[in-house]
């Protein structure tokens, strides 16, 4: 019998590092608290492990990730049952999927462990949520960085996936409600008001294409979708439009280096994942610790200093977490 037990824990050691990379404990101080990403392999929460291992330098404390091989809902599932198991002290997770991970975060707060997440606002069973920002903020903040481009003046229009991802429409219905409010010399295009990319930088491209052909006041598109604001700049720089049209949205700092560079988009926006890993874990610190979590929180990370509840009541807590991307600072992501 010792024998086959035996057997058993090495297979269990050599199976496990196939389902489950991308971290290890980082120190015996203190709690254990693990961030669970949606993979461990998307350059996106390679940077969220940047900022955990940061942290877990800074302040010494037990605090490491750990990743399944790919975005899979049940790998994920069963990741968060191992670390329940392992009776860790807290889980930041980052949620494949609300429905099927939300039975097992209710086991993991059952066994006393603290629970956080983030872009999981539709999740219960947490102790609470942070978002980087709140959508009427982000979409403002998109709209800032258009009208600096386009000198506060001229006519735009807003892009979006599709008419029905929540967020987007959300945080173009921001932008122009800030546009409106804020820089009075800038018009909505009334014919098209709202075009959707399909989360598809050629589908941008050929509607940028067309727009900008259609109709010749138009000097700018606000973007929402990362695959956005690059499809634009596509058919900015091919229809010679360069310094006369402009474009601003979502996107990823490595994908987007050489167009920044080039100047054909002067700043993309987006948030840092590596300072979401640390929020999540600096509030896990303060809930285990027994502190009072009562706005406005003040989790010592920038953009999360002042965090307030989406609403009274909420387990979300919003903060000012964006970032601007351009040539000067492209680099220095590292994703």
């Known amino acids: 019998m010792k024998k086959i037990v035996f057997l058993l824990v090495i297979a269990a050691v050599l199976i496990t590092p196939a389902v489950f990379a991308g971290g290890s404990q980082e120190g015996d101080d203190g709690p254990e608290i693990v961030v669970v990403p949606k993979d461990s392999s998307n350059p996106w929460f390679v940077r969220m492990e940047v900022g955990v291992d940061e942290y877990a330098e800074e302040t010494g404390l037990n605090v490491y990730q750990r990743g399944t091989a790919e975005i899979d809902a049940t790998l994920q599932a069963q990741l968060v049952q191992d670390l329940i198991a392992q009776g860790v002290d807290a889980i930041c997770v980052v949620p494949v999927d609300v429905v099927s991970i939300e039975p097992v975060l209710k086991q993991a707060r059952d066994a006393g462990i603290v629970v956080i997440s983030h872009e999981g606002a539709a999740l219960e069973n947490v102790d609470y949520n942070i978002e980087a920002f709140s959508n009427a903020g982000y979409g403002a903040f998109i709209m800032d960085n258009l009208a600096e481009a386009m000198d506060e003046e001229g006519v735009y229009t807003t892009m979006v996936a599709s008419l029905t991802v929540g967020a987007h429409n959300e945080w173009a219905d921001a932008g122009v409600a800030h546009q409106k409010a804020t820089y009075p010399d800038m018009q909505l295009l009334e014919a098209q008001p709202r075009v959707q990319s399909q989360d598809n930088g050629d589908v941008a491209y050929n509607t940028a294409k067309e727009l900008f052909n259609t109709y010749p006041e138009l000097k ?24 006369e049209a402009f474009t601003s949205g979502t996107g990823l700092p490595a994908a987007n280096a050489e167009l920044l560079k080039s100047g054909i988009i002067e700043s993309l926006t987006l948030w840092d994942p590596a300072e979401a890993g640390k929020a999540m874990v600096s509030l896990a610190v303060m809930v285990l610790e027994g502190e009072e979590i009562s706005e406005p929180v003040d989790l010592g990370i920038d953009g999360y200093d002042a965090m307030t509840f989406r609403e009274a009541g909420s387990k979300t807590l919003e903060g000012e977490g964006w970032i601007v991307i351009n040539a000067e600072n492209v680099d220095s992501f590292g994703f």
């Open 220 to 243: 700018g598109i606000m973007g929402t979708s990362s695959y956005d604001a690059p499809g634009v700049a596509r058919a900015i720089e091919e229809l010679g439009l360069v310094g």
